[in-house]
């Protein structure tokens, strides 16, 4: 046991260095004073197995990306997996006064699938997951051949393997989902990506942005925010006046 835990943290300070490893242990010291000893998460714990084991998934849990093998450049800009909760994700879907069956679902980051499986509530023409690590998109498939819910109302979900940053973003009018997933740097490229499609095909989207550290970002991109709170923001492009797409303003 030992010697396993010794090899393991040569390998991580090989990996990192030691002022990273430093870094990471202090997350995860945070991380179990976070998880463990608070009344509030251990509510939360409880309520994530419950809808795993409600769903036959296996969604739950904090993950440090870089501990996955991640074969990217843009590993140095990820954040961390954390499943979306059920309550938080419905709340944000309250501000999307629109006809849900004209709009794509995409979840950037959809690691495990748990948005994904959220949004499967909602009528949406279609929904797709972009995830960039392996381990995480291989769980998320499986988790999607297993899931079963009486009252999903969208079942044609794609889930695809890549970074975001090569994504092409399909010409729909859309709901953009991204729960923290990067850094600046990539969630630059994305939104560049993006308005770049919006620039050739004018049409309504959405963006639902989770623990939101990057609203301004969006904002600088021509995004305005209809709904926001101290770890939400949802935003949508000026819609185009040619658009057949009914959307009612939030505001």
Wanted: glycine content about 4%.
């Amino acid at each position: 046991m030992i010697v396993e835990l010794y090899d393991r943290l040569r390998k991580v300070i090989q990996k990192r260095g030691w002022k990273g490893t430093l870094k990471l242990i202090g997350w995860k010291i945070g991380y179990f004073n976070k998880y463990w000893f608070s009344p509030t998460q251990y509510r939360e714990r409880r309520l994530d197995r419950e809808y795993d084991f409600k769903f036959g998934v296996d969604t739950d849990g904090i993950l440090d990306l870089r501990e996955l093998g991640v074969d990217s450049p843009n590993i140095a800009h990820a954040t961390w997996y954390e499943q979306t909760k059920p309550a938080a994700f419905d709340e944000l879907m309250k501000h999307l006064r629109v006809r849900f069956q004209d709009f794509t679902f995409i979840d950037f980051g959809s690691g495990k699938g748990r948005a994904v499986f959220l949004a499967s509530e909602y009528p949406f023409r279609k929904i797709i997951g972009v995830e960039f690590a392996r381990p995480l998109h291989e769980i998320a498939e499986q988790n999607l051949a297993y899931y079963y819910s009486p009252t999903q109302k969208c079942e044609t979900i794609e889930l695809y393997c890549q970074d975001v940053t090569d994504f092409t973003i399909p010409p729909e009018p859309s709901v953009y989902y991204f729960y923290n997933p990067f850094d600046a740097e990539v969630m630059r490229k994305v939104l560049e990506n993006i308005t770049q499609s919006l620039r050739i095909t004018p049409r309504p989207v959405f963006i639902l942005y989770c623990n939101s550290r990057l609203r301004e970002l969006m904002q600088q991109y021509g995004f305005i925010e209809i709904a926001s709170s101290v770890w939400y923001s949802v935003l949508r492009n000026d819609l185009p006046t040619s658009s057949k797409i009914q959307v009612v303003q939030s505001r």
